[in-house]
C-alpha cells in the first residue's frame, strides 16, 4: 500500500493540526496504522496506533489526552488530530501501515510496520 500524509505546517504553540494520510493501491481496512515522529538529530518515535478492526487505539504518553488517532476504511485513510501542541511536538510526522498479524507490543515500533509515508513536517513555535 501507498501512503500520502498532509496536512503539516507551522503553529504557534496551544494550537491545534490534523493530519491525514490517505491510503491507495489496496485497502487498508485490515491492517494496523501508525503515526510516528522523528526530530532532528532523533531516533523515530511512536505517537499512536490503532489496530484493524476496531481492536482498539494507543498512544505514547507524550500524546496521551492531546492527539487523538481515527480511521475512515470507507475512505482508505486515517487522521491524527493534534491538539494544544508544544513546542517539542515539532518533528516530521510519518504514517505507516502493517499487517493485521503483527502482535500488540509491536504496534509500538517501527519494525510492526511495512508500509511508510514520505511524512509531513509539523513546526511548533514558541
Known amino acids: 500500500v501507498q501512503l500520502q500524509a498532509s496536512g503539516g505546517g507551522l503553529v504557534q504553540a496551544g494550537g491545534s493540526l490534523r493530519l491525514s494520510c490517505a491510503a491507495s493501491?489496496?485497502?487498508?481496512?485490515?491492517?494496523?496504522l501508525g503515526w510516528f515522529r522523528q526530530a532532528p538529530g532523533k531516533e523515530r518515535e511512536f505517537v499512536g496506533g490503532?489496530?484493524?478492526?476496531?481492536?482498539?487505539?494507543y498512544y505514547a504518553d507524550s500524546a496521551k489526552g492531546r492527539f487523538t488517532l481515527s480511521r475512515d476504511n470507507a475512505q482508505n485513510t486515517f487522521n491524527l488530530q493534534m491538539n494544544s501542541l508544544k513546542p517539542e511536538d515539532t518533528a516530521l510526522y510519518l504514517c505507516?501501515?502493517?499487517?493485521?498479524?503483527?502482535?500488540?507490543?509491536?504496534?509500538?515500533?517501527?519494525?510492526?510496520?511495512?508500509?511508510w509515508g514520505q511524512g509531513t513536517l509539523v513546526t511548533v513555535s514558541s
Open positions: 505507516a501501515a502493517g499487517p493485521k498479524s503483527r502482535i500488540l507490543s509491536e504496534l509500538w515500533s517501527p519494525r510492526g510496520y511495512d508500509d
Open positions: 490503532i489496530r484493524w478492526g476496531g481492536r482498539g487505539t
Open positions: 493501491g489496496s485497502t487498508i481496512r485490515n491492517s494496523n
